[in-house]
């Protein structure tokens, strides 16, 4: 009986303590590669989760807020990269000037699994029809780098943007006083708003996140302090 007693105490704890799963971190992006319920409630995941960053690189030690998301939960056209230069259009953007990219590639780690990948979409603000975006190359304006979460990690299908304004080429296109929170503002206001082009017609809800950057001008291009808020934008087609 004392025997059998003592066996039972050797094994049982053993078999208790093996019924609970041990948690790591590594096991986070692992939830994430099988639909973290969060995440798809969401429409995108925090790259924070698989390794990313919400700062691209314009180095190895600085980069520019990705301070705008395009949620996954959005009209599916916009989440095309037909569908979002469209609708980029609508908010007062377009390619650049005859299509030809002017400056340094930005790269950016969405924690999708794709580590760091090159900018997908660079657009400028549409001055006027034709030859908008060239003025912009000119005379500075607003701008924004995008980059869609669509890794083997987290394929959410949502766009991060990076937006700000700039100076004139004259000053090489630095990012103005204030310049990456007026950028984002200038977007979202206009997202927010409702917007159209050619026949089709949108309008943006809005929440704010001030959990994903940090406010400051740590590790932040031209040391530009910055309000670390992100908006997340769900695109709506009327």
Not at 94 to 112: M, N, R, T, V
Request: charged content about 25%; some cysteine; aromatic content about 12%.
């Amino acid at each position: 009986m004392l025997g059998h007693l003592v066996t039972s105490l050797l094994v049982f704890p053993c078999l208790f303590v093996l019924s609970f799963p041990i948690e790591t971190p590594e096991q986070t992006p692992f939830s994430a590669r099988r639909g973290d319920g969060e995440t798809e409630m969401l429409g995108w995941m925090d790259p924070r989760i698989g390794g990313g960053r919400l700062l691209d690189f314009t180095s190895p030690d600085y980069g520019e807020p990705l301070n705008v998301i395009i949620s996954g939960m959005s009209d599916p056209f916009v989440l095309t990269d037909y569908g979002f230069h469209y609708y980029t259009k609508s908010i007062g953007y377009s390619d650049e000037c005859l299509g030809l990219h002017y400056g340094h590639i930005h790269e950016a780690d969405l924690g999708d699994g794709d580590r760091r990948k090159s900018e997908q979409f660079l657009a400028r603000q549409y001055y006027f029809p034709v030859w908008g975006t060239c003025w912009e190359s000119l005379a500075g304006g607003h701008h924004f780098r995008a980059w869609k979460q669509n890794g083997t990690d987290a394929n959410t299908g949502a766009w991060f943007l990076g937006a700000s304004k700039e100076e004139d080429s004259s000053r090489n296109h630095k990012i103005v006083p204030n310049g990456y929170n007026l950028g984002r503002d200038w977007l979202v206001e206009r997202a927010v708003a409702g917007s159209r082009w050619k026949g089709k017609w949108w309008k943006a809800e809005l929440t704010w996140r001030d959990d994903l950057l940090e406010a400051g001008n740590d590790g932040v291009n031209h040391g530009i302090e910055q309000d670390g808020r992100v908006a997340v934008l769900t695109v709506i087609r009327l």
